[in-house]
Nanobody, 124 residues
Framework: VQLQASGGGLVQAGGSLRLSCAAS????????MAWFRQVPGKEREFVAG????????YYSDSVKGRFTMSEDNAKNTVYLQMNSLKPEDTGVYYC??????????????????WGQGTQVTVSS
């Protein structure tokens, strides 16, 4: 399984970025897919996730209304559109996948498939 995240970069506060996660070795539409982020010294934080069982997308309170997670099944890729970025959104963003569960998990240790991460830096 490979999850190839891309699209990170340096952006000013208020700007936008779109992260992509191209999957191989699994079919994203059969997995719960999620994005986590991490800053040095802190645990990996849930950002957004798609639950197959619940058929809905979940967001952390800190990004709700600004970030949108989507997918393109034909490309086997998930995306994270990030708007109105803030300096506190800075971190390494990881794409993750786990077999469908009855509920979405916001705990990083419950996901067994991880991408390499892409750095997002938001300057003030």
């Amino acid at each position: 399984v490979q999850l190839q995240a891309s699209g990170g970069g340096l952006v000013q506060a208020g700007g936008s970025l779109r992260l992509s996660c191209a999957a191989s070795g699994l079919t994203v539409s059969n997995y719960d897919m999620a994005w986590f982020r991490q800053v040095p010294g802190k645990e990996r934080e849930f950002v957004a996730g798609i639950s197959r069982s619940a058929m809905r997308t979940y967001y952390s309170d800190s990004v709700k209304g600004r970030f949108t997670m989507s997918e393109d099944n034909a490309k086997n890729t998930v995306y994270l559109q990030m708007n109105s970025l803030k300096p506190e959104d800075t971190g390494v963003y990881y794409c993750v996948a786990e077999r469908d569960r009855p509920f979405i998990s916001t705990q990083h240790y419950e996901y067994s498939n991880w991408g390499q991460g892409t750095q997002v830096t938001v300057s003030s």
